[in-house]
Structures are given as C-alpha cells and as structure tokens.
C-alpha cells in the first residue's frame, strides 16, 4: 500500500501518514546507504483471498517478517504520537487502526526471528496502545477499552513489563475518565507493580498521578494527597534513561494539568484554576493539543468558582484552536462549559464566548 494521506486542504490540515509503509532514517542507517523502498511493501492491503481479522477466508502462505517490517511498526508508533500531540485522535483513528491490523497480520501470519518476534510484539502491542489512546480521545470508549486488553494480552505473552505499564497507565485514564475509580485505581496500581522493574522514576510518576485521579473520583482527598507527594518526590528525580520513549509528553506542563484535574474532582477550584493556568504557561508550543486541553480545563475551574467571565474569556481562547484539533473529549468538555454559561449570557464574555463557540461547533 502506498503513503496515504490522513487529510488534506486549508493551512492548519494534517499531512501526515502512519509510516508503516516506507524505509527510516535507522533502517538507512543499520544498511549504511540512503533508504530505499524495500522490494516488497511492508504495509500492505490483504488481496481478495488474504485473511483479515472478522472476515472468513483462506490463510496466506507466511511471509519473510524482518528488520524493516518492524522498523516500519516502530516509526508507525511514533507519527501517530506526533500527529496527536498536535491534532488530536478524531481524524486519526480510523487510518491508524489500519495499520494496527497490518502489524498484527505480520506478528500472527509472519516468519521471523525470535529477536525479530520480540520487536514486533512490542511494536504491535504499543501500536494498539497508540489507537486505544485515539479511540479515547474520540470518545470511544468501548473500543479504546478493547484496545487496551489486546495491548495488554499482547504484554503478557511476551513478558514485556515496560509494555505492560504502559497498557496499565492509559488503562487508568481511561476507566477514570469513563466513572470507574476502583477500576482506575487497581489499574494504576498494577502499572506501579510492573514499572518497578524498570528504571524510571518518571514512569513511577506518572502512574502515580493517575492513582491519585482515582482517589480524587472516590473523593478521598488524603489518600489523593499522598499519591500526588509521591508522584511530585519521583517527578523530581528527574529524566532517566531508562525513561520509555512515549512519555516525552510528561513534563512539567502535564503533571500540573493531571494535579488540575485532581483539585478539580475534589471541587478545590482555587488549586484547580492555579495549576491548569501553570499547565498552559509551562506548556511547549508544538504539545497544540494539550494546550487546547488546559486550557479547557482552566475554563471549567474559573466556572467553578463562580468567575463567569473567566470561565468565558478562557473558553474563548479554547475555541480560538478548535480549527487545529479535533478531540472530542476536549470538545465535549467546552460543550458542558457552554451549556452551563447559557443562563448567564447578559454577561458581555458570556455572550462573546457562546457566539465564537455555536460558530465553532456548526462548522
């Protein structure tokens, strides 16, 4: 299959592929030469008699699965990342489970190595994180949840514990955004389990922060305020080799955004205003999403405490980058935001921001 193109047209379109299908920059280099499309396509659209997952047929002959073809699942991985960072997972999901179906048609119908198997599980295994994480972002949760237990299963079968606490951190995000405490607790805490055996104390960090959204839901604030010191302790140990490459995401900015989200579902909207307006200003340009998301929030927590201007003035300036991101989690937040600012329209910010938003939202 050919480079595909997820969209096209206007200044702020999305020009990018899920880079399953060509040579990289370390493919090149492991063969000393420039790179060159290899002689036969690695990501590729099963023929008429090919077997696809849900579909009846014949089971193809194995093919020859090596070096390149998980090259290729790796840097798939890592445009998706890029992708979201800047767009969101609306306009993605779809074109990404495609290549996610590729990669697990050449773990299960391949032959290869054991070294290569060892890649390519983990390769398929992070790409399916990579699509739950889209599918969450697009609110769909069910599948995002499927996503996750295909990641997890691949984990487990391959014994790969850095796999494994990645499936159990996106895990606990998901099951608090969807209204499952214990279950993001227990998930949290499991990732905790599994991260022990590597060495990042920023994964520990970040899996802390997300039993400490766990706690916040069951509104126990000290058991959530003794996750959030641990998570801060860890934090502040700083960068590690050890660290996995998909949390490049988790800096300063987002482990205010995460205590945000905490002060905001124990109602402490005084913290919450305070670290969401941290988030944006300590927030790198390129991380378009994740600006757009704080800055969401910090609308959210200015409307609770009672700051109905704020609460505008913020939502505005979140809607100003609806063109650039497309995150229905994002924007069904500001829809909530919107709707509770209606009966307040006599104020002149009020009125701005529900104009700006029903544009936004119509187009």
Same mark, same amino acid.
């Given at each position: 299959m050919r480079r595909r193109t997820f969209l096209a047209g206007g200044p702020t379109a999305l020009a990018t592929v899920i880079g399953i299908d060509r040579p990289t920059v370390a493919a090149a280099a492991a063969t000393g030469g420039a790179a060159v499309a290899p002689a036969a396509p690695v990501l590729f659209e099963p023929g008429p008699g090919a077997f696809v997952p849900g579909r009846p047929g014949p089971v193809p002959p194995p093919r020859r699965v090596g070096a390149a073809e998980v090259l290729g699942v790796e840097q798939a991985v890592r445009e998706i990342r890029l992708a979201d960072d800047a767009h969101g997972g609306d306009t993605l999901f779809e074109r990404a489970g495609q290549s996610l179906r590729t990669a697990y048609l050449l773990l299960n119908e391949g032959e290869y190595s054991a070294e290569t198997e060892r890649r390519l599980q983990a390769g398929a295994g992070e790409l399916a994180i990579s699509v739950g994480w889209l599918a969450h972002d697009s609110n769909r949760l069910a599948d995002a949840r499927s996503l996750y237990a295909e990641a997890l299963a691949t984990a487990r079968m391959a014994g790969d514990a850095a796999l494994e606490a990645h499936v159990f951190c996106n895990s606990a995000f998901l099951a608090r955004d969807a209204g499952r405490p214990r279950e993001a607790l227990r998930a949290a805490q499991a990732g905790q389990v599994a991260a022990r055996q590597l060495d990042s104390a920023r994964l520990l960090a970040l899996l802390a922060m997300r039993?400490? #959204?766990? =706690? +916040?839901?069951?509104?126990?604030?000290?058991?959530?305020?003794? @996750?959030? +010191?641990?998570?801060?302790?860890?934090?502040?140990?700083?960068? @590690?080799? #050890?660290?996995?490459?998909?949390?490049?995401?988790?800096?300063?900015?987002?482990? !205010?955004?995460?205590?945000?989200?905490? =002060?905001?579902?124990?109602?402490? =909207?005084?913290? @919450?205003?305070?670290? +969401?307006?941290? +988030?944006?200003?300590?927030?790198?340009?390129?991380?378009?999403?994740?600006?757009?998301?704080?800055?969401?929030?910090?609308?959210?927590?200015?409307?609770?405490?009672?700051?109905? !201007?704020?609460?505008?003035?913020?939502?505005?300036?979140?809607?100003?980058?609806? #063109?650039?991101?497309?995150?229905?989690?994002?924007?069904?937040?500001? !829809?909530?935001?919107?709707?509770?600012?209606?009966?307040?329209?006599?104020?002149?910010?009020?009125?701005?921001?529900?104009?700006?938003?029903?544009? !936004?939202?119509?187009?």
């Amino acid at each position: 299959m050919r480079r595909r193109t997820f969209l096209a047209g206007g200044p702020t379109a999305l020009a990018t592929v899920i880079g399953i299908d060509r040579p990289t920059v370390a493919a090149a280099a492991a063969t000393g030469g420039a790179a060159v499309a290899p002689a036969a396509p690695v990501l590729f659209e099963p023929g008429p008699g090919a077997f696809v997952p849900g579909r009846p047929g014949p089971v193809p002959p194995p093919r020859r699965v090596g070096a390149a073809e998980v090259l290729g699942v790796e840097q798939a991985v890592r445009e998706i990342r890029l992708a979201d960072d800047a767009h969101g997972g609306d306009t993605l999901f779809e074109r990404a489970g495609q290549s996610l179906r590729t990669a697990y048609l050449l773990l299960n119908e391949g032959e290869y190595s054991a070294e290569t198997e060892r890649r390519l599980q983990a390769g398929a295994g992070e790409l399916a994180i990579s699509v739950g994480w889209l599918a969450h972002d697009s609110n769909r949760l069910a599948d995002a949840r499927s996503l996750y237990a295909e990641a997890l299963a691949t984990a487990r079968m391959a014994g790969d514990a850095a796999l494994e606490a990645h499936v159990f951190c996106n895990s606990a995000f998901l099951a608090r955004d969807a209204g499952r405490p214990r279950e993001a607790l227990r998930a949290a805490q499991a990732g905790q389990v599994a991260a022990r055996q590597l060495d990042s104390a920023r994964l520990l960090a970040l899996l802390a922060m997300r039993e400490a #959204g766990g =706690w +916040a839901l069951l509104q126990d604030r000290a058991a959530c305020e003794r @996750a959030l +010191a641990r998570a801060y302790t860890l934090f502040d140990r700083g960068r @590690a080799e #050890g660290d996995p490459e998909w949390m490049s995401f988790f800096g300063e900015a987002e482990i !205010a955004g995460l205590q945000s989200q905490c =002060w905001s579902t124990l109602g402490d =909207w005084d913290r @919450a205003s305070e670290q +969401a307006g941290l +988030a944006i200003a300590l927030q790198k340009p390129h991380f378009v999403r994740n600006r757009v998301l704080y800055t969401a929030e910090l609308a959210h927590d200015r409307l609770g405490r009672g700051d109905l !201007a704020g609460a505008a003035h913020h939502g505005s300036a979140a809607v100003a980058l609806f #063109g650039e991101v497309r995150s229905a989690r994002i924007r069904s937040m500001l !829809a909530d935001t919107a709707e509770r600012l209606r009966p307040h329209a006599a104020v002149t910010e009020v009125r701005h921001f529900l104009t700006g938003y029903d544009q !936004a939202a119509a187009a």
